[in-house]
């Protein structure tokens, strides 16, 4: 007496249990086929694991596999076994995972603190930051002794050459040098606290 695909006995080995599930839906049962699915979703996952498949890539294999179960689920032959045609699907799902990541890697730069140091131009809060650092930094500046303060405008700020610093202040370029060394060393000091 043939057992009853949608109350298929918990005797029968998971894989002919799976496949009478499987008979019945391609008659029509949506009770077995949805106990098939469902019963379906730990194989494709041990699939995708062997494949090499990141975890946090099993539930894309997984969900591309059932659907492609379902396109195709009118190939299946009920007298071969379910798990080892589930397998094959799942196992293309997965390569074909695999392959899409490749591609979508080798295209893609990740870096873990790029949004944090590259925020969106139209972000307020980090150009109310910029603003802020600016800010900041030339009030320190204001603070240096005079003729640091003057190297600072002149070779950091106006971005002169050594050259067109010395002849417009009238020092020469060693003085430049010293004053321009001595007002970066304060400032790194002051906002670093590095000597």
């Known amino acids: 007496?043939?057992?009853?695909?949608?109350?298929?006995?918990?005797?029968?080995?998971?894989?002919?249990?799976?496949?009478?599930?499987?008979?019945?839906?391609?008659?029509?049962?949506?009770?077995?086929?949805?106990?098939?699915?469902?019963?379906s979703v730990a194989l494709i996952r041990a699939v995708a694991r062997r494949q090499g498949v990141a975890q946090d890539q099993w539930d894309d294999v997984v969900q591309e596999t059932l659907i492609t179960v379902h396109r195709v689920r009118h190939t299946y032959d009920?007298?071969?076994?379910?798990?080892?045609?589930?397998?094959a699907?799942?196992?293309?799902?997965?390569?074909?995972?695999?392959?899409?990541?490749g591609r979508r890697d080798s295209r893609e730069l990740h870096d873990d603190l790029a949004l944090d140091n590259h925020p969106d131009r139209d972000d307020a809060s980090a150009a109310t930051e910029s603003d802020q650092r600016a800010q900041r930094l030339h009030e320190a500046i204001a603070e240096l002794?005079?003729?640091?303060?003057?190297a600072v405008e002149q070779l950091g700020l106006r971005e002169r050459s050594l050259s067109e610093?010395?002849?417009?202040?009238?020092?020469?370029?060693?003085?430049?040098?010293?004053?321009?060394?001595?007002?970066?060393?304060?400032?790194?000091?002051?906002?670093?606290?590095?000597?």
Do not use: C
């Not at 599930?21 to 086929?33: L, T």
């Not at 002794?145 to 003057?150: D, F, K, N, S």
């Open 145 to 150: 002794p005079p003729g640091q303060r003057e």
């Open 165 to 195: 610093a010395a002849a417009l202040t009238g020092r020469n370029a060693g003085a430049l040098k010293v004053n321009l060394h001595r007002a970066l060393k304060a400032l790194r000091e002051r906002f670093h606290g590095e000597p």
């Open 78 to 87: 009920p007298s071969r076994s379910y798990d080892a045609w589930l397998g």
């Open 1 to 39: 007496m043939p057992v009853e695909p949608a109350t298929a006995s918990t005797s029968q080995s998971p894989d002919r249990r799976r496949a009478a599930w499987m008979a019945a839906a391609q008659a029509g049962d949506r009770r077995a086929y949805e106990k098939l699915l469902a019963d």
């Open 89 to 101: 699907i799942a196992s293309r799902r997965a390569i074909d995972s695999l392959r899409s990541r």
